[in-house]
């Protein structure tokens, strides 16, 4: 992953954990605004250019869905 998307990551992380406390009362979800930024900075800004069988996409779907399976549990 190039520079510029591990700091729109980080940014990313970092407005989500703002925002959170006011996310709980809103139908807003934290899978709904991921999708949402990853949308946008991927074909919307084009910031992010990810293959889709590459190893970094593997790792972060895998990340993604134990993050997901232990907040449900």
Same mark, same amino acid.
């Given at each position: 992953? $190039? @520079?510029? %998307?591990? #700091?729109?990551?980080?940014?990313? !992380?970092? %407005? +989500?954990? !703002?925002? /959170?406390?006011?996310? $709980?009362? /809103?139908?807003?979800?934290? @899978?709904? +605004?991921? #999708?949402?930024?990853? &949308?946008? &900075? =991927? @074909? %919307? &800004? =084009?910031?992010? *250019?990810?293959? $889709?069988?590459?190893?970094? #996409? *593997?790792?972060?779907?895998?990340?993604? &869905?134990?993050?997901?399976? +232990?907040?449900?549990?």
């Amino acid at each position: 992953m $190039e @520079p510029v %998307g591990l #700091v729109a990551l980080a940014v990313a !992380l970092l %407005g +989500f954990g !703002l925002i /959170s406390r006011r996310a $709980e009362r /809103s139908p807003l979800t934290p @899978p709904m +605004f991921f #999708v949402i930024v990853g &949308l946008v &900075l =991927g @074909p %919307g &800004l =084009g910031w992010l *250019h990810l293959a $889709e069988g590459g190893t970094l #996409v *593997h790792g972060l779907a895998e990340l993604t &869905l134990v993050l997901v399976l +232990f907040t449900d549990a």
